[in-house]
């Protein structure tokens, strides 16, 4: 399973790390100097979550958090496209899952 998110699309992206020594010149030194750089990775923190379609149908994305805090999710649908506000899905048999059904019926 690929590292993407559903919704924003981030992925994993390439960096590097600098390795630096010396003293800052405002701190009275003669100012940093790079001496070494490495490849680095910067991974999107992707969590699986159970959310509820419009349609009310449950899918399980991997998004990252930054769209969780949003709260709005926007997925094609077709040939269209779908913004909805995330709900997320209550999962096994406890008080909260019974109002939900109580609701409906």
Do not use: H, W, Y
């Not at 992707?46 to 379609?53: D, S």
């Amino acid at each position: 399973m690929s590292r993407v998110c559903a919704v924003s699309g981030r992925r994993t992206r390439v960096g590097n790390k600098v390795k630096r020594r010396g003293l800052a010149k405002k701190d009275g030194g003669v100012g940093r100097r790079v001496t070494g750089r490495s490849k680095r990775k910067f991974k999107p923190n992707l969590q699986p979550v159970r959310i509820m379609t419009p349609e009310g149908t449950v899918m399980t994305l991997r998004l990252c958090t930054k769209v969780i805090k949003r709260g709005m999710i926007t997925l094609q649908k077709g040939d269209k496209t779908v913004s909805f506000p995330l709900v997320k899905a209550i999962r096994g048999r406890n008080s909260a899952f019974a109002k939900a059904q109580a609701q409906k019926a």
